[in-house]
């Protein structure tokens, strides 16, 4: 099992930016690669931004590219992810998630954090 914890969500105006954080534990050995996602309501999930976590390799959805980066601490257990440029479209819950390397789907999720960017 592996457990997720974010936090680093809240209100911020357009143009600013946002460090979201999300700290996992339990079987942490076993995580190949984190993600970030997020919702808003009304819409579809969205993959956001993703990272292999021993090779570092990252992706990053289309709508996010040049604003947003994805980072890992591996002694830490937590992935990162530094939000600029901020747009209200932007606006969602943000959500983390976990993969293992004997799965092919996200399994482990967070509970998700609020972000909201105010026009």
């Known amino acids: 099992q592996v457990q997720l914890v974010e936090s680093g969500g809240g209100l911020v105006q357009a143009g600013g930016s946002l460090r979201l954080s999300c700290a996992a534990s339990?079987?942490?050995?076993?995580?190949?690669?984190m993600g970030w996602f997020r919702q808003a309501p009304g819409k579809e999930r969205e993959s956001v931004a993703r990272?292999?976590?021993?090779?570092?390799?990252?992706y990053y959805g289309d709508s996010v590219k040049g604003r947003f980066t994805i980072s890992r601490d591996n002694a830490k257990n937590t992935v990162y992810l530094q939000m600029n440029s901020l747009k209200h479209e932007d606006t969602a819950v943000y959500y983390c998630?976990?993969?293992?390397?004997?799965?092919?789907?996200?399994?482990?999720w967070g509970q998700g954090t609020q972000v909201t960017v105010s026009s």
């Open positions: 998630a976990v993969r293992r390397a004997i799965k092919v789907q996200y399994e482990y």
């Open positions: 990272i292999d976590w021993r090779g570092g390799s990252t």
């Open positions: 339990g079987a942490t050995s076993s995580i190949y690669r």
